[in-house]
């Protein structure tokens, strides 16, 4: 376990690092909790991925808002506008996150995107989350809409905390329309080094099913590691920071980096 804890105080120095001089652009105040109140949080971010074997970058820039009730739950929406192979497409996306008792809830969004050159169609996703005996368990179902296929999957998780720590595994089952079924396994191990701030790192392997643009669905071997922190600077201010590697075999190499910043009232 102090092994363990030594790599997570690394990549929580390097998330610190990374992020500082941004960071400290927005604020000059000490850091401090979030309040754990009703209220709003608003996002703005971007992502930038560079491809191998001569594709052109990507890129994903958006902006999210989210309403938190007394109660727990949650109303949000977002705005997302990406380019990938030099095609650019716009989504909206709203959602809904509601407690059912102390130990169950329920979660479910949809998204919609007019242009839908490379991004789908439409997507909509619901799911149900439960806490059994120190466990976190949940299920959920994701229905893709593109102009050339639909994709349908499965999400399958459990997860445990321990201390500091939280442990995840999650099972994703694709069926591809007229194109058979593949399925992707992803772990998870996060540090929480503050009130609410953490570092994790990720790694998921198997085939999946992803819109190649002008290409149709490809349908490919992947791997991917991925390091990923939330670091709160002030009681209203936070940053959210990823980057990582995605092999999608034979097509290309995506390696990328994400930053938010993230404001509450």
Excluded at 118 to 124: E, G, S
Excluded at 197 to 216: K, L, M, Q, T
Excluded at 241 to 263: A, C, E, K, L, M
């Amino acid at each position: 376990m102090k092994v363990v804890r030594n790599v997570f105080t690394a990549l929580a120095v390097l998330c610190a690092a990374s992020t500082f001089a941004f960071a400290e652009s927005a604020t000059k105040n000490s850091p401090a909790p979030l309040s754990t109140g009703a209220g709003f949080e608003a996002e703005a971010g971007n992502r930038h991925e560079w491809l191998d074997k001569g594709y052109k970058d990507w890129s994903d820039s958006w902006v999210r808002l989210q309403q938190k009730s007394e109660g727990g739950g949650l109303l949000y929406g977002a705005a997302r506008q990406t380019e990938r192979f030099s095609i650019v497409d716009n989504e909206y996306s709203v959602g809904v996150y509601m407690p059912v008792t102390d130990t169950v809830s329920f979660t479910a969004d949809a998204g919609y995107s007019p242009t839908h050159q490379v991004l789908a169609r439409w997507a909509a996703f619901a799911g149900v989350e439960a806490a059994v005996s120190g466990w976190g368990l949940a299920a959920g179902y994701k229905r893709t809409e593109y102009d050339v296929s639909r994709v349908d999957m499965g999400v399958f998780r459990v997860e445990k905390y321990a201390g500091d720590f939280r442990a995840a595994y999650t099972f994703y089952p694709v069926h591809v329309d007229n194109a058979g079924s593949v399925s992707s396994h992803a772990f998870r191990l996060d540090w929480f080094y503050g009130d609410k701030s953490f570092v994790g790192a990720g790694y998921a392997a198997g085939r999946e099913a992803e819109s190649g643009g002008a290409s149709g669905i490809l349908i490919s071997d992947v791997e991917e590691y991925s390091i990923v922190c939330k670091q709160w600077l002030t009681r209203d201010w936070s940053l959210a920071f990823d980057t990582g590697t995605h092999r999608q075999s034979p097509y290309y190499t995506r390696n990328w980096v994400s930053i938010g910043i993230r404001r509450t009232f």
